[in-house]
């Protein structure tokens, strides 16, 4: 139980933290040094986005990676999804949040592995760190399905924490939030240099 729960705290610090984050580095540096920090991030978000359409067979198509200022809000990459049901356009929605929770994943795997060495922990940092960002839904990722998401992941929530009795689980939850704490190290330490907090 409280491994789920340090899990759950980490998780939405992450997200929440994060957008914050984004908001203060693209007003201090700008729009092109913010979409260069990114551009990892963007780029793996929005294949997702298409390879994931491609999978399910809606036509679509990559239209660019070069930032821009739209309104209020920054579009760092865009993919053109034909018109479909509702169905596909929540698979193809949260295609992020799963293939960036799965580059997560094996980035935590691959550090449990020890994998990496001492100079080779900074290039995860910097993996964790892409992979992370990600994973955020925009608001036209979310479009439609706004709720479906939310319903979705407090079920898998619950479930984590219906199994977090079971020691594989336990464990497996203890490695990932104790490695959670890069992510959150690297957001509020970049915070305090922009002076967010």
Excluded: C
């Amino acid at each position: 139980m409280f491994w789920f729960l340090i899990f759950t705290i980490e998780l939405a610090f992450i997200f929440y933290s994060g957008k914050l984050l984004q908001k203060k580095v693209f007003q201090k540096s700008g729009l092109w040094i913010f979409a260069f920090l990114y551009l990892p991030a963007t780029y793996i978000h929005e294949m997702s986005h298409y390879l994931v359409a491609q999978l399910v067979g809606v036509p679509s198509e990559l239209n660019s990676f070069v930032p821009r200022k739209q309104g209020n809000h920054i579009v760092l990459g865009s993919v053109s999804i034909a018109k479909t049901g509702f169905v596909k356009r929540f698979v193809i929605g949260i295609a992020p949040f799963i293939i960036g929770g799965l580059l997560t994943g094996v980035l935590f795997y691959a550090y449990e592995l020890r994998y990496f060495t001492d100079w080779q922990v900074l290039i995860f940092v910097f993996l964790l760190f892409q992979s992370v960002n990600s994973m955020y839904l925009s608001r036209e990722d979310l479009r439609g399905i706004k709720w479906l998401v939310y319903v979705g992941l407090m079920i898998v929530l619950y479930a984590l924490y219906l199994s977090s009795g079971n020691f594989l689980v336990l464990e497996n939850l203890r490695a990932i939030s104790k490695l959670m704490l890069v992510p959150i190290g690297f957001n509020l330490l970049v915070s305090i240099l922009l002076r967010v907090f």
